[in-house]
């Protein structure tokens, strides 16, 4: 990686480390707040690994970003469980930070973060 690749990889390293703190929490708005970290964790993921691999993406849907790497033969290795709901974690991008009525279950914040800390601690990201 370079050394702004691996500086990207910070942020997203962030974004998973505020996820992790507030996973869990009795607080919903905290919740809420985890899960738009984990948004972002996923996004910049893609982004970063599909970088690697010589693609550049902008965008927030995940859907699209992993249609634009599919589109390109570019495999970054997506988890199954990552594409079956990214749909659900693209909406928590704006849905958890402007609407607090949103719903966000923890076991699926969980499962979520588990996810992508296996998936960036893979392949050429780790």
């Known amino acids: 990686m370079t050394r702004e690749q691996k500086q990207y990889k910070g942020l997203i390293l962030a ?3 505020i996820a992790k703190r507030y996973c869990n929490d009795e607080e919903k708005p905290l919740r809420l707040q985890a ?3 984990l948004q972002q964790a996923i996004e910049k993921t893609i982004k ?15 859907d699209v ?7 390109n033969n570019i495999d970054i290795g997506v988890p199954k469980y990552i594409r079956e709901k990214a749909d659900a974690i ?21 499962k979520t ?12 990201t780790k």
């Open 48 to 62: 970063l690994k599909a970088e690697i691999e010589g693609l550049s993406l902008w965008g927030h849907d995940i």
């Open 35 to 37: 899960a738009y970290h």
């Open 15 to 17: 974004d998973l480390e």
């Open 113 to 124: 973060y588990d996810t992508a800390v296996e998936w960036l601690d893979s392949g050429t």
């Open 90 to 110: 693209t909406h928590w991008e704006a849905e958890c930070r402007y609407y607090p009525i949103k719903v966000v279950r923890k076991d699926a914040l969980q």
């Open 65 to 71: 970003l992993l249609k634009k790497c599919d589109d």
